[in-house]
C-alpha cells in the first residue's frame, strides 16, 4: 500500500512558477513510475508528466520546455517544476503511483488507469 500527499499548490500570475511535491510512504518507493496528472472544472484528467523508477521522463506537448519532473528516491518524494505559467494550466494536480513494470514508455505513462495509488490533489490556479 502506498499513500500519496501533494503539496505546493497556490494561486500565482501567468507567467509564474510553482512547485508541487507528492511525499509518498511506504516501502519500495523507486520501483514505482511516478505521474502527475491534473483536472479542470468541467474535464476529464489529463496526463501532465511521467518519470519511471530509473528516472525515463514524459512530458505532455503543451508543458515541455515549462513543466520539469523529478524524483529524490531518499525522500521518497516527487516533484514537478511548473515555470512559465499560463491561464490554461489552472487545474486540480494529482500524484499517482504506478508499478514500474505498468510504465515503460509514452503510451504507457499517458494512462491513468495503470496507475495504482491516487493523491487527494492540490490546487493550482494561475491568474491572467
Known amino acids: 500500500q502506498v499513500q500519496l500527499v501533494e503539496s505546493g499548490g497556490g494561486l500565482v500570475q501567468a507567467g509564474g512558477s510553482l512547485r508541487l511535491s507528492c511525499a509518498a510512504s511506504g516501502r519500495s518507493f523507486n520501483s514505482y513510475a511516478m505521474g502527475w496528472f491534473r483536472q479542470a472544472p468541467g474535464k476529464e484528467r489529463e496526463f501532465v508528466a511521467a518519470?519511471?523508477?530509473?528516472?525515463?521522463?514524459y512530458y505532455r506537448d503543451s508543458v515541455k520546455g515549462r513543466f520539469t519532473i523529478s524524483r529524490d528516491n531518499a525522500k521518497n518524494t516527487v516533484y514537478l517544476q511548473m515555470n512559465s505559467l499560463e491561464p490554461e494550466d489552472t487545474a486540480v494536480y494529482y500524484c499517482?503511483?504506478?508499478?514500474?513494470?505498468?510504465?515503460?514508455?509514452?503510451?504507457?505513462?499517458?494512462?491513468?488507469?495503470?496507475?495504482?495509488?491516487w493523491g487527494q490533489g492540490t490546487q493550482v490556479t494561475v491568474s491572467s
Open positions: 499517482g503511483a504506478a508499478i514500474s513494470s505498468k510504465v515503460y514508455g509514452p503510451n504507457s505513462a499517458k494512462g491513468a488507469s495503470r496507475y495504482d495509488y
Open positions: 518519470i519511471t523508477w530509473s528516472g525515463n521522463t
